[in-house]
């Protein structure tokens, strides 16, 4: 790759990223931290771009607090993972530079700033640079033309799919123009290719938001026009670095070069093969240290899904390139020393990161020898079958018994030129996996669509209901089928929007108020409020009248079940500062859901609670409620709030101004939630169970207030019932039943010896249908009702009586449950026939899987009408083979 040879600057990625908002701060922007990877928009997982954080106010459902702002913006982005390593600027994890303007400057002082950034600050030569331009944006084309002096063959026009930037189907959007380097200028301008990455880098995009689009894809001009910016950190490291790609920079280099020296490596000496690992290695490790400290963990769903698969796959990489054992936790320190000045969170959460790289890392590598010896046989074996694809349900047996992504699976397949069944995996995985499901706080994207575009049109919703449980209020807007509606008749569901409402809106785990909209002759059952920015949303039915845009109402909540979710909520809060006090004070909560009948609570802990720590907990719960602590609710600054001792949720975005709920000497939490005001209206507290949902997070489910009795009186129901069936006493039952356990167990061993017995007297039938294939014999047949395990135990002894010879052996114990059995004499192995991978691709033909030892094996199904086919196979193929 060509240098720059008229370019003296070289920078460090940090005085890249400093010089950078120390150009804009000089301009009005004022410096913005980071937003968390994890994103207050519900539609995405992660924060995928730096213009993210302020989406909500592009789109007209929040104020902006300056008119203009700078920003280093950490993303995610795991779409094109494959690509990490093997290409020269894709990441996971990467920062981009931005700086924005709120309807303040446009087009032309945003264009005039990025060139002189690029070409007086970072010094990039100007006949090195290129630019483009959406194809009908003459605007920008004679800016860059007439003002900025670019020669017009050197700005390319694109089409919409490049240069038009687009919110959603409806909402704002805009043409977008970008600044590329051009690699070798020595190939002249006569065929610029922007699409060719051998030559071109594109470093800066700067987006015009112009216009709104409606439903018909209409263009009408924004009101307040607004500018949004991005500089690829990595991107212009590697240009100023003059380095043949981004992870050779100094943002990426140092944590590569640190997994080099565990596996005793030269990375520039390095063949291909291992560059790509090492890289895999640096990308991904700088990925979860940011998602770790940012409050992520490890899962089978979301966003800890994706945490989980990066982790392993840099698990993989290492022993690729010859690291044994852990090591991630310690290539996790170089990555913590490059992040922690313009990411100080990462230094603060390093004893949390290290720990969860720990406990996953040791996780997989538990399982992954196994799981590597399994998946090189799967290998081997479709290697050389016709398909050339590893079936659904060995990649789920992959996944769910030894930890492998099914994503890991298909990388290593293509490897090997194989292919995955991809719908065999989800099949299985529907059928047998059971995902944590955390409350989000999520809402009908069509209806979001819509208030998108009334936006600009409608009041807010000021919020009345931490003093007032009734008001009159005005309609802003009305939606039926995520449609703008003027009017709603009875029997129509919709949603409603007001100008004001003591309906408390879901968030922060707690759910939205029920109750009603009334008026003259006019009633609306609201069953929940959710939140769209500043909009409060009212889902309901029209029970009987009519409502119109612009009518009053009375807005009226249920105040049985405020009190109930009052209660649920500050149960919460006690509970959390109960962990922390009897538990471990390092104890932080990691998600929640507060309810009318029930409260959940999760939070990040390596262990499982004792029984008595549970009791514990709960008792000192119950003991601050009796003692009968008054609330104290204040808005404070968020500075001073944390002086104070305040627990804010991690990775929650808080305002300046925050809402603080303090029960002096017991609780003091940042909170937007309702509660009540003395812990004596709470009543009591019971904790129904704690267990684990992910690694490193666990959850505790409870009830207070008026559902705690509604629990103990279903308990108590059954505890009665229990007691007349079983006529004992309550406090006699668990012996009961531990002796009516042990009568079980006991019947259940002595009705699978006879099952077993009876298996072999029906097996000794069929020594007599045995079938002669040269020296050998077979015996493939059906025994009805017969458990797996005597089924086998029937088969070694037909195979013992044999001789030398085969025995399949199917049956269906249960409905919808197959077992199949095979066992090969040494004569039938010399034959090239194994077991283990004979009955495996029998019991495929039963919609299973399986595999053992060469002379015994054992599988299963879930097909039973498809069983006489897959002995018809089996024995075809004994036949066929056999000699």
């Known amino acids: 790759m060509a240098k720059s040879p008229t370019s003296s600057t070289t920078m460090t990625g940090a005085e890249i990223r400093q010089t950078f908002l120390e150009f804009y701060a000089a301009r009005g922007h004022a410096i913005k931290p980071s937003a968390s990877l994890v994103p207050e928009d519900p539609t995405v997982l992660l924060t995928i771009a730096g213009m993210l954080p302020f989406k909500p106010i592009f789109l007209g459902q929040r104020p902006a607090d300056v008119d203009r702002a700078t920003t280093s913006q950490k993303c995610i982005r795991t779409n094109d993972i494959e690509n990490v390593g093997r290409t020269a600027r894709h990441h996971t994890f990467f920062e981009m530079l931005g700086n924005f303007s709120f309807g303040d400057y446009f087009k032309e002082q945003a264009i005039a700033w990025a060139w002189e950034l690029s070409t007086e600050v970072f010094k990039l030569p100007a006949e090195r640079l290129v630019v483009s331009v959406f194809r009908e944006d003459d605007d920008a084309f004679a800016i ?117 020296g565990l596996a005793g490596l030269d990375y520039g000496k390095s063949d291909e093969k291992t560059k790509v690992s090492l890289k895999v290695i640096g990308d991904h490790v700088r990925a979860v240290v940011h998602m770790i400290a940012d409050g992520i963990t490890a899962s089978n769903v979301g966003r800890g899904y994706i945490l989980r698969r990066l982790i392993r796959r840099v698990v993989r990489h290492g022993r690729l390139i010859g690291i044994e054992g852990a090591f991630i936790s310690k290539v996790a320190e170089s990555a913590i020393q490059l992040a922690e000045e313009p990411f100080p969170n990462t230094r603060q959460r390093e004893v949390q990161i290290k720990a969860e790289l720990d406990r ?32 659904g349900t060995d990649a789920f047996v992959l996944y769910d018994t030894y930890g492998f992504p099914l994503e890991l699976t298909q990388e290593i397949a293509e490897e090997q030129g194989l292919t995955v069944d991809a719908a065999g995996f989800e099949t299985a995985m529907e059928e047998q996996r059971q995902r944590s499901k955390d409350a989000h706080e999520t809402i009908d994207l069509t209806v979001q669509g819509s208030l998108d575009s009334l936006a600009e049109h409608i009041h807010s919703t000021e919020f009345l209901g931490y003093k007032d449980i009734t008001s009159t209020s005005k309609v802003e807007a009305l939606l039926v089928g995520g449609k703008s509606v003027e009017r709603m008749e009875a029997g129509q569901e919709g949603q409603v929007v007001l ?90 909560q990691a998600g929640s859901l507060v309810a009318f009948d029930r409260l959940r609570f999760d939070f990040n802990c390596p262990r499982a609670l004792t029984a008595d720590e549970v009791q514990q907990v709960e008792e000192q719960v119950n003991s601050w409620i009796a003692e009968g602590h008054q609330g104290e609710i204040t808005v404070m600054a968020l500075e001073e709030a944390k002086a104070k001792g305040a627990i804010a949720m991690f990775g929650e975005k808080y305002s300046a101004e925050v809402r603080v709920i303090d029960f002096p000497g017991v609780s003091m939490e940042l909170c937007g939630g309702t509660h009540v005001s003395n812990t004596a209206e709470i009543g009591l507290f019971k904790i129904i169970s704690e267990a684990g949902v992910a690694s490193g997070t666990r959850r505790i489910e409870a009830v207070a207030g008026p559902a705690v009795l509604e629990y103990l009186n279903v308990r108590d129901a059954v505890v009665r019932d229990l007691s007349d ?24 061993k002595e009705l699978e010896a006879l099952k077993s017995e009876l298996a072999v007297l029906k097996s000794d039938q069929l020594l007599a249908s045995a079938e002669s294939v040269g020296s050998l014999k077979i015996i493939v047949a059906e025994l009805e009702g017969v458990s797996a395990e005597a089924l086998k135990t029937a088969a070694e002894r037909l195979l013992q009586k044999l001789g030398a010879g085969a025995v399949v052996l199917g049956s269906v114990p249960e409905p919808e449950k197959v077992s199949l059995v095979a066992a090969f004499s040494p004569e039938v192995i010399e034959q090239k026939l194994q077991a283990g991978k004979f009955i495996g691709g029998i019991a495929k033909l039963t919609g299973g899987g399986g595999g053992g030892r060469p002379n015994l094996a054992q599988a299963g199904g879930r097909d039973a009408s498809k069983l006489p086919e897959a002995l018809a196979s089996a024995k075809a193929q004994l036949l066929e083979t056999l000699v």
């Open 144 to 260: 860059w033309r007439d003002q900025i002096g670019i020669p017009a063959h050197r700005i390319q026009r694109m089409d919409e799919a490049d240069n038009f930037w687009t919110s959603g189907p409806t909402g704002p959007c805009g043409p977008c123009s970008e600044i590329y380097y051009d690699f070798h200028p020595e190939l002249g301008d006569d065929k610029i290719d922007l699409e060719d990455d051998s030559r071109f880098i594109e470093f800066y995009n700067l987006v015009f938001m112009q216009y709104n689009r409606d439903a018909e894809g209409n263009l009408t001009p924004l009101q307040n026009q607004n500018i949004d910016t991005g500089l690829g950190l990595e991107r212009m490291a590697q240009i100023l670095q003059q380095v043949p790609n981004n992870y050779e920079t100094d943002l990426i280099l140092p944590i590569i070069d640190a997994a080099a």
């Open 360 to 391: 996953e890392e040791s996780r997989f590598l538990e399982t992954l020898e196994r799981g590597e010896k399994l998946l090189d046989e799967l290998l081997k074996r479709e290697s050389g079958s016709k398909t050339k694809q590893i079936a």
């Open 499 to 588: 100008n004001q409402t003591p309906f408390y809106a879901e968030s922060g785990g707690q759910v939205g108020d029920r109750g009603y909209l009334s008026g003259d002759d006019l009633l609306i059952r609201v069953h929940d409020v959710k939140k769209d920015g500043d909009f409060f949303v009212h889902f309901g039915k029209v029970e009987r009248g009519s409502l119109s845009v612009g009518d009053q109402v009375t807005a009226q909540i249920d105040r049985a079940c405020r009190r109930r979710a009052q209660a649920n909520h500050t149960a919460t809060h006690l509970l959390q500062a109960a962990l922390k006090k009897l538990v471990d004070p390092d104890i932080s």
């Open 725 to 748: 069936r079983f006529k004992a006493k309550p406090e006699e039952l668990s012996d009961r039943v531990t002796t009516l356990q042990t009568d079980l167990k006991t019947a259940q």
